[in-house]
């Protein structure tokens, strides 16, 4: 049966990580191979009562991640609908490229901290396209934008999703990771913008030229306003929610949508019915990026069957006996994620090591919300944001990986060497 679930895991692990050359979304690879490690399990065990109440108990940590996410989504989205990103973006001018780069890296780094690095991403290479002429330079944006975002979505509990599987997972805290993670995670950003900022020199910005009969939904500066401050107020309300009642995550970022559609509904309510249909939160639900969901959902399911059998903690064993040094694991799990996905990776790194060898906060966990975080900045394929840019600007792999994936393995190492004399140092 073991030899079964390991094959099977790992033929769904390469469904996923050759979701382009094969054409077959990785969310169908996720569903079938979760179906399929649970059925060989269910038959294999011969105990259903044993199988369902395990079954029952992954399936609740995976509803906690799920609504979590789903929550947080339909806020951007809400955001978006509203036009509440251009409080930032509009800000946004200059007349030379480094400069431009520092100031979009810097925004990236630090939206990405309070929204997520997929949603981040999509702002801000949108962005660039109302900005940059040249498709040389959008391409070049885009992938300090990656890196940025990754880096920036490290940090803090809500960033990204591996973090936030972590933190609802009970490995970190949210006033911990963030300040173990915050100068790492800089450094990682700060490497590659300042060669690029150099590499870029003195270079102008070329504004694209706009169609003045070009037709945009406009909002009002009062509801962009609201609906930005109220929907980042509640994000960031969220790890303050856990701590003050103890609840878990998901239930302060359903609550805060409550709050949210309720506001929305009272401020359009005497609106005309087009108008209104396109800025409520029933629509935003309809937006939400559902196949990443279902992806979630899948893995997660998966990764737990390996849990239940003892998988993931024998490999664990095996390259604590083999190699040894637990920062060269992290970081080799960082690397490997540049290939696959981060999301099955932790998920699997979750089982493979228990709360009472490594208690939560410590060295093992937060160095792995750094690695899995910014690891997967070195391929376009690595992170959720670099597929996002790769669709949105039909970024090449190759391109990609001559001209950004150098520069985001130098952030990657020099930001992995702070945190490690960053740790000796302070504990």
Same mark, same amino acid.
């Given at each position: ?14 469904? @996923? ?57 339909? @806020? ?37 901290? @309070? ?9 801000? %290479? ?79 910005? *070329? ?80 937006? *939400? ?39 060269? @694991? ?12 981060? %999301? ?33 900045? *070195? ?49």
């Amino acid at each position: 049966m073991l030899t079964a679930l390991i094959l099977v895991f790992v033929l769904t692990y390469t469904a @996923i990580a050759l979701e382009h050359p094969l054409h077959i979304n990785k969310s169908a690879s996720a569903l079938l191979g979760a179906g399929l490690l649970w059925t060989i399990y269910a038959m294999g065990q011969g105990d259903p009562k044993a199988v369902s109440h395990e079954l029952g108990e992954s399936l609740m940590g995976t509803a906690q991640i799920v609504f979590f996410l789903m929550g947080a989504m339909t @806020i951007v989205e809400v955001v978006d609908a509203h036009n509440g990103f251009e409080v930032i973006t509009s800000r946004i001018k200059t007349t030379k490229l480094s400069t431009l780069m520092w100031m979009v890296g810097f925004v990236s780094f630090f939206l990405s901290a @309070i929204l997520d690095n997929l949603t981040t991403t999509i702002v801000m %290479v949108s962005l660039m396209k109302k900005l940059l002429d040249q498709r040389e330079d959008r391409l070049f944006f885009a992938g300090i934008i990656v890196i940025a975002a990754n880096a920036g979505g490290a940090w803090t509990p809500i960033g990204d999703v591996t973090t936030t599987m972590l933190w609802i997972g009970g490995q970190i805290t949210a006033v911990e990771i963030m300040k173990g993670l915050f100068v790492p995670s800089m450094i990682n950003l700060l490497v590659p913008l300042g060669v690029t900022a150099w590499l870029l020199g003195s270079r102008p910005v *070329i504004a694209p030229q706009r169609s003045p009969d070009e037709d945009t939904f406009e909002t009002t500066a009062f509801e962009r306003n609201l609906m930005f401050f109220l929907g980042l107020s509640i994000l960031v309300a969220v790890p303050v929610f856990k701590t003050v009642t103890h609840l878990p995550p998901f239930m302060g970022i359903l609550f805060g949508l409550g709050m949210l559609w309720l506001v929305g509904d009272l401020v359009h309510r005497k609106e005309e019915d087009l108008r209104k249909q396109r800025l409520t939160l029933a629509r935003a639900l309809t937006r *939400i990026d559902m196949s990443s969901i279902v992806f979630f959902i899948g893995i997660l399911l998966s990764v737990a069957v390996l849990e239940h059998t003892h998988i993931l903690s024998s490999i664990a064993q095996w390259l604590d006996k083999t190699v040894g040094r637990q920062d060269v @694991i992290v970081m080799l799990i960082g690397l490997v994620s540049a290939v696959v996905d981060n %999301v099955p990776l932790v998920a699997a790194s979750m089982g493979m090591y228990s709360l009472t060898q490594y208690p939560p906060d410590s060295f093992l966990w937060e160095f792995m919300a750094y690695c899995a975080g910014t690891g997967g900045s *070195i391929l376009i394929i690595g992170s959720a944001a670099g597929v996002a840019a790769m669709g949105l600007e039909k970024i090449d792999f190759i391109w990609y990986m001559k001209r950004i994936s150098g520069l985001a393995l130098l952030g990657y190492f020099a930001g992995a060497v702070v945190y490690i004399v960053q740790f000796k140092l302070l504990h």
